[in-house]
């Protein structure tokens, strides 16, 4: 039944779904709705578990691991700051191969400050080894968490499910929540084996000497790489079960011989299709929503792409002083194509700032260009900045 | 490579055992048994740590068990017995020495209240049959000690009754009641023993020798040495062991009014305090010194310094450093006796001799002057061993020298210091020797290695716990028959025990165990091999030492790889 | 008899080691130093809590030299995440086991610099928010498996590698920080120091902390021969001597309030315990008058614990250790 919700609502709700045991955070705009949200429901009986609001999201993290480790089911979130202060903690928690889920509620990186939306946060944790979901909307959050649970204890590895902060988190949607049977049914009670045990006392966290290490590390790749299957799988699933896709490890919006394809992660997803149907006279063009990031799915990724000229990567972070994360990763997963992909790299809609549809104007005019400009925040205003902070190799828009 | 990475690293439990951190050991703690000083300073030969540990475990009759396997007369010696072991107690370093004494006269008074019997059988009938010569301690403990052997013993003694010396000890040090108890409950294993047997008169070293598979010679010294001032005695002249003996059989002593007993010796003292308590106006005279604990012990009196004490509480007159220069005689009857005040001095080669220093002379008026000066081996019957010395000279076994399967023990040995225990020591020594010639099997090593020294006990482990005291009549209730000192009870015998050090052997504290920071040091339910409760176990065992340094009781130490 | 003569096989010995009459959370075969305190300590620890625990480990000796992998000498549920997380890893598990219904304790180890310093917040985190955690701090005063650099917890003057004496300087400045205090202040129901040199009193605060629901707090005084440069075999000798100076208290708080102390007997000089460790050498420096401050202010510092803590025993028969340090035939004491 859809119901008109507050993406973080929506989530509170799916969490409470998924039964988990122990919920730890801290709070941190603008994940903080979520984590009210769920106190709600654990206030008034509607959840049970142990929510423990921790000093920091270090010890938000430490604390679900813990958890995790002893055998229960756990969550958490969290967002830009956050994400940051809890990244040794997240790389452990990969390392160890512990399963669990967290939703990030992709916010801007301090400093300047700003509490507004883009994806700098979980970008800057992209090698922790978690498999990283974005969602375009609120229904593909809520089905991705609960897609998260499966994966996860299927893999074996930590999930963080991102949705745009404000943008998905604070926005009324009318949402599909599914009912506890359905949720049960897809997803199995958490039996970890290797939780810790009184009686099968395994020791977590060793010393591995030079010997083991690339192994460790080989094994923990590989295992990335390798849950695109139960991704896929877990889609599929829930698609039978529900009637709705979360979005596989991508999807693909347009004309199946479109030359020009739009390749971006998360909520801006939604403004670009609204952008294509107002602007129809522009060429037929290819919207294609990465949703599984960590792992990369360069295969899928190629076969969306095979009819493409040019491929216009738009995302919500950059790598300074080299430049778009999303798009080397893209042109770097296209090469050696049949025929050439030329691959056009921009960052939007930084700290918040709206993305109008004109942007689709600006992006074709872009492919027109006989070699493709260097990479650049597409939408910055030069003349808010002093003469001598310009850049000199920058491209006037 | 034999393990496969799990996944995440996790380890399994207990799996470092395959890791020997023994290969890192350059010193290795070992247990090593030594001597407490108590044992090594035993003239028995006791272990007294060895049964206190018995005594602390609740097991008293164990720990009288393993007392008579050593000293057969318990109730006697924990009377008597100058014991030297409370003296070299490490505990005394602490706080006070314990009273091994009064455990060992608890556990032989126990014995005889209870009728414990002595944990031997008799000898086979076909077992080598050994001749005992004389009746007083050394005899009775070098019988016992045979027959703890498997070997068929007869003692002789000239006397009507076994006991010797023993007799002469009044009863209010020594009941007679318990000399004839202990004794007679000693003789009940098997022993057989024919009085008023005089050797030289009765029976005859060559008839021993023919007869007996070997023979220990335990005479005692019964000859009284000669005493003269210049050649001029009183007429009539009493020898103190003589009187000492009077007294024994008959309760009687010769009238006087005031004595002075020449001699520091027990039979001095004893003498005198009978003739004290006879209301005689006791005095001694003696050369050497009145015992101070705070100086050294070299010149001090032979008598036991307990006696000493009682003796000047009870109001006999002590004159140290004096020796007599004459006799003052009304005819052949004494009047009195001239002292003065000697010294033991070096002479010009160091040695050190008595002076005499005129002008410190001064009267003792006396009517009796009694010398105690020490009685030499009777020579009758023996002159051939004797070879007109005073003594018998024996080996470290009590062998005479040069003579075949003769043994010898007790005071008419030379070098003897003439205490009950020393004898006891002496018999046991020569029947362990007696009994492996005749089995003819090695002789044991004898132990004289160095005892545990109180620097390598760990105090820490120790807390301050006060000496159990026996009570002790006062002046006013002391008299010729009653014993002046009482017994302990059995819960002072339990507060004693717990207090020994247990120097150097194992006390199983748990210490080594519990403070092991590597786990190797594992603890056994039974005792181990060496004596002790724990094994190391060198495969783990890193050697840092933790375990010696805690071990209260020194008993291990560490060795090099 | 030595051992020459002994005839115990390694199967008796295996067999042995199987049967002993204690638990042994804490196997041979691990890597710590000779005559390691902090081995000790542990060893003790988990001997008194039992098996029925789940034990956080901080990142530190104690988790390097008892877990290089594929080896582990824990025979309990065990975790090392990180240096500065274990009161959240140990809040995690308490939260998980309370949600699956499982009485088993959650134990929480850290050294001090895992408990004063990095490990600090969310120690102070899962005490106030009440977590039936029991946390043990192995203290051995500096930060010993990065190579003897000082912490909050290293004392006065002692010389670590970030705290060299020279002709600026004698030792590390500032003191010891006294975390009992602190950590008491988050109203938790006991807090308690104790030493590896008095055993029984450490697993008895063990057990009575094991016994209480809520968060509790152990500190172990635990010499570490190679930072503190001693002997091995001197570690309990130099441990003993830290309390019997004064230097380091042996105390019990409940909900703030000292309920318990071990009475030092006859306080021994300061200088009988640092003349033990090269980590105070240059306070004995012949002729410095820096060094003689130096021990008149440790002198100092320890006669204020004895006084604030009240650790003079009063009576005629003061024990420096209510007997805790006393043998006794057959190991009773160690019940």
């Known amino acids: 039944m859809r119901k008109a919700l507050e993406g973080s609502q929506a989530i509170a709700q799916t969490v409470a779904l998924c039964r988990p045991q122990v919920v730890a955070a801290y709070p941190i705009t603008p994940q903080t709705h979520i984590v009210e949200n769920i106190a709600k429901l654990v206030a008034n009986g509607k959840m049970e578990c142990e929510l423990v609001s921790v000093e920091s999201e270090f010890s938000a993290a430490s604390l679900v691991l813990g958890a995790a480790s002893a055998g229960s089911r756990t969550y958490t979130a969290s967002a830009s700051q956050g994400i940051l202060l809890m990244s040794e903690v997240l790389y452990n928690i990969a390392g160890l191969r512990i399963p669990m889920v967290m939703t990030c509620a992709n916010r801007a990186i301090s400093a300047p400050l700003s509490i507004w939306n883009d994806q700098q946060d979980s970008m800057a944790v992209r090698d922790a080894g978690w498999i990283q979901l974005y969602c375009s909307d609120n229904q593909e959050a809520v089905d991705t968490t609960i897609q998260a649970y499966r994966i996860s204890e299927a893999t074996e590895l930590p999930v963080m499910v991102c949705m745009d902060g404000f943008t998905l988190t604070h926005t009324l949607e009318p949402i599909d929540i599914p009912d506890q049977k359905m949720v049960d049914t897809y997803l199995p009670p958490f039996n970890f084996s290797r939780a810790l045990d009184p009686l099968k006392p395994t020791s977590v966290g060793t010393l591995v000497s030079p010997d083991h290490y690339s192994e460790a590390r080989h094994s923990h790749h590989h295992a990335l790489l390798d849950a695109i299957n139960e991704i896929v799988a877990a889609d599929t699933d829930w698609q039978q079960l529900s009637g709705r896709s979360a979005g596989s490890l991508l999807s693909v919006d347009g004309p199946a011989d479109a030359h020009i394809g739009i390749l971006t992660l998360g909520s801006i997803f939604g403004t670009l299709c609204a952008a294509r149907d107002t602007f129809t006279e522009l060429p037929a063009t290819k919207l294609i929503k990465l949703r599984s990031y960590r792992p990369f799915p360069v295969d899928a990724l190629r076969q969306a792409c095979s009819e493409l000229t040019d491929l216009i990567v738009l995302e919500r972070a950059l790598s300074p002083g080299f430049g778009g994360i999303v798009s080397s990763e893209v042109q770097a997963a296209l090469t050696h194509m049949a025929s050439e992909v030329r691959v056009h790299s921009f960052a939007v809609g930084l700290g918040g700032r709206d993305m109008p549809l004109e942007i689709y104007r600006k992006l074709h005019k872009q492919v027109e260009v006989a070699v493709p400009a260097p990479f650049s925040i597409i939408d910055v205003e030069l003349e808010k900045l002093s003469a001598e902070d310009h850049g000199t190799g920058a491209a006037t828009n | ?53 018995l005594l602390d475990e609740d097991k008293p009759r164990e720990a009288w068990e393993l007392l008579v396997s050593i000293n057969p007369l318990p109730a006697i010696t924990g009377r008597v017995c100058p014991h030297p072991c409370e003296s070299v107690c490490n505990r005394g370093q602490y706080d006070e020495p314990l009273a091994i004494h009064s455990i060992e006269r608890y556990l032989g008074d126990q014995a005889l209240a209870k009728n414990w019997a002595y944990p031997v059988s008799p000898a086979a009938e076909n077992a080598p049959h050994v001749a005992v010569v004389g009746a007083g301690p050394a005899g009775l403990a070098s019988a016992y000690h045979l027959i703890r052997h498997g070997l068929q013993v007869t003692v002789f003694d000239e006397l009507s009754e076994a006991g010797g010396t023993l007799f002469t000890i009044p009863d209010y040090r020594l009941p007679r009641e318990i000399v004839r108890k202990e004794i007679e409950r000693l003789l009940d294993t098997g022993i057989s023993f024919k009085s008023r047997h005089k050797l030289g008169r009765e029976i005859h070293l060559p008839e021993l020798q023919q007869e007996y598979a070997a023979v220990f010679l335990a005479p005692g010294v019964m000859k009284s040495n000669e005493w003269s001032v210049d050649g001029v005695t009183p007429y009539d002249l009493h020898e ?53 604990p705070d100086k050294p012990a070299a010149d001090d009196m032979r008598a036991i310094p307990r006696e000493i004490e009682q003796a000047l509480e009870e109001g006999v007159q002590i004159h140290d450093h004096h020796g007599v220069k004459r006799l003052i005689l009304r005819g052949e009857k004494l009047t009195g006796i001239e002292i003065l005040r000697m010294r033991k001095l070096p002479d010009e080669e160091g040695r050190l001799h008595r002076v005499a220093f005129e002008g410190t002379e001064s009267i003792l008026h006396v009517d009796q002057v009694i010398p105690a000066i020490g009685q030499v081996v009777d020579a009758a019957g023996m002159e051939t061993l004797l070879d007109g010395k005073s003594y018998f000279s024996v080996d470290d076994w009590g062998q005479i020298e040069g003579k075949e399967n003769i043994y010898a023990g007790g005071d008419a040995v030379e070098g003897n210091g003439g205490t009950v225990t020393e004898a006891i020591g002496n018999g046991r020594i020569a029947a362990e020797a007696i009994a492996a010639k005749l089995r003819q099997q090695q002789l044991p090593t004898i132990n004289k290695s160095e005892p545990v020294h109180f620097n390598s006990l760990n105090m820490e482990y120790f807390e301050p716990s006060s000496r159990v005291e026996q009570v002790i009549l006062s002046v006013e209730e002391r008299t010729c028959e009653t014993e002046i000192e009482g017994g302990i009870s059995g819960l002072q015998a339990a507060h004693e025990a717990n207090r020994c050090f247990a120097c150097g052997n194992c006390l199983r504290c748990d210490n080594c165990w519990t403070l092991c920071p590597d786990s190797a040091v594992l603890k056994t339910n039974e005792v181990t091999f060496d004596g002790s409760f724990y094994v190391f176990d060198y495969d783990y065992c890193k050697g840092c030492g933790l375990c010696a340094s805690e071990c209260p009781t020194g008993y291990i130490s560490m060795v090099n790889e | 008899m030595n051992e020459d003569t002994q005839t115990v096989t390694p199967e008796t010995l295996m067999q042995l080691r199987k049967n002993q009459p204690r638990f042994e959370g804490l196997e041979s075969g691990h890597r710590a130093c000779l005559g390691c305190g902090e081995a000790l300590a542990a060893r003790l620890v988990t001997e008194a809590a039992g098996p029925d625990v789940m034990i956080a480990n901080a990142t530190g000796c104690l988790e390097i030299f008892t877990t290089p992998w594929p080896e582990s000498a824990w025979r309990l549920p065990w975790m090392h995440s990180l240096f500065e997380n274990t009161g959240a890893i140990a809040a995690g598990m308490e939260a998980a086991l309370k949600a699956q219904g499982k009485p088993t304790k959650v134990l929480a180890f850290a050294g001090d610099g895992g408990t004063f310093d990095i490990g600090f917040q969310s120690l102070s985190g899962m005490l106030e928010r009440g977590h039936n955690v029991l946390f043990v701090c192995f203290d051995n005063e500096a930060y010993m498996n990065t190579g003897i650099q000082s912490s909050s917890s290293t004392p006065h003057a002692a010389m670590t590698t970030t705290s060299p004496p020279g002709s600026a300087r004698m030792g590390k400045q500032n003191l010891k920080k006294d975390i009992l205090s602190i950590v008491a202040a988050h109203h938790i129901p006991y807090a308690a120091t104790a030493s590896v040199a008095y055993p029984s009193d450490l697993r008895k605060k063990i057990r009575r902390a094991m016994e209480i629901e809520g968060p509790t707090f152990i500190q172990i005084h635990s010499p570490c021969p190679l930072g503190w440069g001693h002997d091995g075999a001197d570690s309990i000798k130099v441990a003993r001597l830290a309390v019997q100076t004064g230097l380091f208290p042996v105390i019990e708080l409940e909900s703030r309030e000292m309920i318990g102390s071990m009475p030092i007997r006859n306080p021994k000089p300061v200088t009988d315990y640092l003349v033990l460790q090269q980590r105070f050498r240059h306070l004995f420096q012949q002729g410095d008058v820096r060094a003689i401050e130096e021990l008149a202010h440790i002198q100092a510092l320890a006669d204020h614990n004895i006084k604030h803590f009240k650790l003079r025993g009063e009576g005629m028969d003061a024990q420096d250790s209510d007997g805790a340090d006393t043998v006794c035939r057959g190991g009773m004491r160690w019940a």
């Not at chain 2, 496969?4 to 050991?25: C, E, I, N, Q």
């Not at chain 2, 048994?33 to 740590?49: K, L």
């Not at chain 2, 305090?273 to 010194?289: A, E, M, P, Q, W």
């Open chain 2, 240 to 292: 103190g062991l003589h009187l000492l003996k009077q007294w024994s059989d008959v309760a009687s002593l010769p009238a006087m009014k005031s004595a002075a007993v020449i001699g520091g010796g027990n039979t001095a003292i004893d003498i005198a305090r009978i003739l004290n308590r006879n209301g005689v106006d006791t005095h001694i005279v003696i050369h050497s010194s009145l015992p101070d």
């Open chain 2, 1 to 53: 490579m034999e393990s496969k990475l799990t996944r995440g690293g996790f380890a399994y439990p207990g799996t470092t055992l395959v890791y020997k951190t023994g290969s890192w050991r350059i010193q290795r703690p070992v247990h090593t048994h030594r001597n407490a000083p108590c044992h090594s300073a035993c003239p028995a030969g006791e272990d007294p740590q060895a049964y206190l540990a």
